[in-house]
Nanobody
Framework: QVQLAESGGGLVQAGGSLRLSCAAS????????MGWFRQAPGKDREFVAA????????IYADSVKGRFTISRDKDKNTVYLQMNSLKPEDTALYYC????????????????????WGQGTQVTVSS
């Protein structure tokens, strides 16, 4: 079974940057589309970004487009989320998730498409 472990969260001032990492424990990482989601207190979990298993396709929520970048390293079984120009509204618990997919499956925005989730890492942006 895939296990995912997020890291890199923390407290940062508005305008600052953080890079989140998500390490996957199994070899099926290379056959999985990967996604980042977040959940703020009192709000539903929302899609942030996702990347195809080969790394060639990435998609973003409109709220983070141009500020966040998702990437993956197949040799390290790790997916990253580089977050720049952070805003207080980016404050949330950030989760990574994996979606075991065939080569032609695009990365998805729907959380129900993902079968494995990490425990989350907290990101807090102060104003």
């Amino acid at each position: 079974q895939v296990q995912l472990a997020e890291s890199g969260g923390g407290l940062v001032q508005a305008g600052g940057s953080l890079r989140l990492s998500c390490a996957a424990s199994v070899r099926t990482f290379s056959r999985s589309n990967m996604g980042w989601f977040r959940q703020a207190p009192g709000k539903d979990r929302e899609f942030v970004a996702a990347i195809s298993r080969g790394g060639g396709v990435s998609i973003y929520a409109d709220s983070v487009k141009g500020r966040f970048t998702i990437s993956r390293d197949k040799d390290k079984n790790t997916v990253y989320l580089q977050m720049n120009s952070l805003k207080p509204e980016d404050t949330a618990l950030y989760y990574c998730a994996s979606d075991f997919a065939i080569l032609t499956d695009p990365p998805k925005r729907d959380a129900s498409s993902y079968d494995t989730w990490g425990q989350g890492t907290q990101v807090t942006v102060s104003s």
